[in-house]
């Protein structure tokens, strides 16, 4: 199917419920959607017959720096087509419906993006942090992220060596 | 207790044990030799490349590529270059395109060297690892010629490859494949690949089904060995893979059920010979000289804008979302690789198998640790 006509049917049949259906790079689609009406639009997706994008390629969220967004990359191996589906949050309560019931791979996804940006997945069968031990503190992919001096007593930092005091000793 | 009475055990395995490939942990709900649940823990190699990624100019990251999957480097070097190439609408010259995909089909032998190599050692077979590290050290030669370094090649660059290829190259690299494919593969078979304690062990052991497959996001030779006809080189082609003839292997039940590991380590040996009928179409078909690298402006900058970018890397699929905002650093890197997602039917899968077998299932998905955890 031809770019302009699959963008055309995209807003034909998510009509009211996405933002904007805009052409990306490398031959993609992105759609943009908000938290309430995102997975709704995912399923859609999926189970719609003249979609099927059953194929879920990649999670992933990001830090606009005013507010988050949580996305997925979509492939239909159908129409041979790839599809970003979007979604902003807001900064102060980011959450949003978990996809886990439609895809059972993103469980570890959703939970990489919790740990990184705090990001909340409701109905997740499991959301604890993935990578990251479970007191750490702050989420670090987030843009204000401030790098912690030490993590249950242990030095962060590396101590610069030419940077030595009175008594020849060099501090973190 | 009664004499019949069954009582659960949990074990850790893991993070140093020797057949985790890398530090993994697995917690193992046991029940006698059946295991009930095994649950991994990851995150002990987590060394946060997508924060870096955000700290350093877009051409500076190259070389952390290379520790993502430090098996396989050139492929991940490969799928970040195709990734900001496509963002920033570069092209490639001719030359430097074969030289990446030589590159890149080499590395894929290397890694599945490593990684039926590694599954064999696991299931305690040590000789045929050490015959697949003996070929594995005259591909680090070729890749030393190449590019002056044996583990992390950081031999891709934005718009080319650092270095042309020495003389005398393409006569080693085609004796070297034509010794694997003519030679070597055929006797690793008679070795191993048709030993009955081997098909024993890997025969219908983690069977998973091609739907199965999809729905826990398995990409790249797990994916294939479930039977699925699906390789992002012939049907989403990047680089030059489109002027290539090559098969798609893909598992097909041959001593047990489709999907099993056997099928999977299977495929791993088919991809080899295919590796080496386009890496000799390659050395044919590459232009004799020619530019191997574009002109980036100074200072180099992407334009703003958001890509998604996947390549078929030896452990499945690659890819990377990368978000610019304009200025001279990525504003976010996603990686995602296939281990991961590898990783995550592993719990699934491993409900009501020996013990044993988990060490089959997890060296049947040739799972790399760095991969994982980035």
Not at chain 1, 7 to 23: D, F, H, N, P
Not at chain 1, 75 to 93: C, D, I
Not at chain 2, 304 to 314: L, Q, S
């Amino acid at each position: 199917m031809e770019l302009h006509n699959f963008i055309t049917l995209i807003q034909e049949r998510l009509a009211g419920k996405v933002l904007s259906v805009a052409e990306m790079k490398n031959d993609d689609v992105m759609i943009t959607t908000d938290r309430e009406h995102f997975a709704e639009v995912v399923a859609i997706l999926k189970n719609n017959s003249s979609f099927r994008f059953s194929t879920l390629m990649n999670q992933s969220g990001a830090d606009y720096t005013d507010t988050l967004a949580v996305m997925v990359n979509l492939y239909s191996g159908f129409l041979r087509r790839k599809v970003t589906v979007k979604a902003f949050l807001q900064r102060e309560n980011p959450e949003i419906d978990s996809l886990v019931p439609l895809f059972r791979g993103i469980d570890w996804y959703e939970r990489e993006t919790f740990d990184m940006f705090g990001i909340r997945f409701l109905g997740h069968p499991n959301l604890k942090r993935l990578l990251l031990p479970d007191d750490w503190e702050g989420y670090p992919l987030r843009k204000d992220y401030v790098y912690p001096h030490s993590y249950n007593g242990m030095e962060t930092g590396r101590a610069d060596l030419l940077d030595v005091d009175a008594a020849g000793e060099a501090h973190v | 207790m009664s004499k019949y009475s069954s009582q659960e055990m949990v074990l850790n395995m893991g993070p140093h044990h020797p057949s985790t490939h890398g530090v993994i942990r697995f917690i193992l709900q046991t029940d006698g030799e059946m295991m009930v649940k095994a649950t991994p823990d990851i995150g002990f190699l987590h060394r946060g490349i997508e924060k870096i990624a955000e700290r350093l100019p877009w051409q500076a990251f190259m070389p952390y590529t290379d520790r993502v999957d430090y098996v396989a480097s050139v492929n991940c070097n490969l799928g970040y270059a195709v990734a900001v190439e496509r963002l920033a609408d570069i092209t490639v010259p001719e030359r430097a395109e074969y030289l990446r995909v030589i590159a890149a089909e080499l590395s894929r032998i290397g890694s599945h060297f490593i990684g039926f190599g590694a599954l064999l050692l696991d299931l305690g077979a040590v000789t045929p690892f050490v015959h697949a590290l003996r070929e594995r050290e005259r591909y680090n030669d070729l890749m030393e010629m190449l590019c002056g370094a044996r583990l992390t090649h950081n031999y891709v660059r934005i718009g080319g490859v650092a270095q042309d290829a020495p003389d005398g190259f393409a006569e080693k690299c085609l004796s070297f494949v034509d010794h694997l494919e003519y030679e070597f593969i055929g006797e690793f078979n008679n070795m191993i690949s048709f030993n009955t304690i081997l098909i024993n062990r890997l025969a219908n052991v983690g069977v998973i089904s091609a739907a199965t497959a999809n729905d826990f996001t398995l990409s790249g030779p797990n994916l294939r060995g479930s039977g699925a006809d699906f390789d992002l080189r012939r049907d989403e082609p990047y680089s030059v893979y489109n002027r290539f003839n090559f098969d798609v292997p893909k598992g097909t039940g041959k001593f047990g059920s489709l999907g099993d590991s056997y099928d999977r380590y299977w495929v791993r040996i088919e991809e080899v010979t295919q590796s080496c009928r386009i890496i000799r179409e390659a050395l044919r078909k590459m232009p004799k000289s020619g530019d191997i690298r574009t002109r980036l402006p100074k200072p180099f900058t992407v334009p703003a804008g958001e890509v998604y970018v996947r390549t078929e890397a030896p452990r499945g699929e690659l890819g990377f979302y990368l978000v610019s905002d304009g200025g001279k650093q990525p504003f976010r890197v996603k990686i995602r690789t296939g281990s991961f997602s590898a990783m995550t039917i592993i719990e699934h899968i491993s409900q009501g198998v020996m013990v044993a077998d988990l060490v089959a299932i997890i060296g049947s998905l040739d799972v790399v640790a760095p991969e994982i955890d980035r």
